[in-house]
């Protein structure tokens, strides 16, 4: 089984940043070849994709966030960050951690609220 625990969430102001991390543990071999990616769902929304990092680091973000935010990943400690800047409201949601390599895992969630 594979773990995945996020961090980092909390209440900022708009405009302001946060970032966000995701520790993978449990039977994470060769966690460069992974997929990893950050999710977040809005109340009465569906969950959506706000940006990926690929094992060659490459990346992939939702229009929303471009220029904004930034997928990071350590494969030395098994993490994936998300920076925010320059947050909206709209940005305020559940943000999810997600891995895949032959399966898929999420992480329970770390809440962002973006208001003054």
């Known amino acids: 089984q594979v773990q995945l625990v996020e961090s980092g969430g909390g209440l900022v102001q708009p405009g302001g940043s946060l970032t966000l991390s995701c520790a993978a543990s449990?039977?994470?071999?060769?966690?460069?070849?992974?997929?990893m990616g950050w999710y977040r769902q809005a109340p009465g929304k569906q969950r959506e994709l706000v940006a990926q990092?690929?094992?060659?680091?490459?990346?992939n973000y939702a229009d929303s966030v471009k220029g904004r935010f930034t997928i990071s990943r350590d494969n030395a400690k098994n993490t994936v960050n998300l920076q925010m800047n320059s947050l909206k409201p709209e940005d305020a949601a559940v943000y999810y951690c997600?891995?895949?390599?032959?399966?898929?895992?999420w992480g329970k969630g770390t809440l962002v609220t973006v208001s003054s």
């Open positions: 449990g039977n994470i071999f060769n966690f460069n070849r992974w997929l």
């Open positions: 990092i690929m094992s060659g680091g490459f990346t």
């Open positions: 997600n891995a895949r390599y032959l399966d898929t895992y």
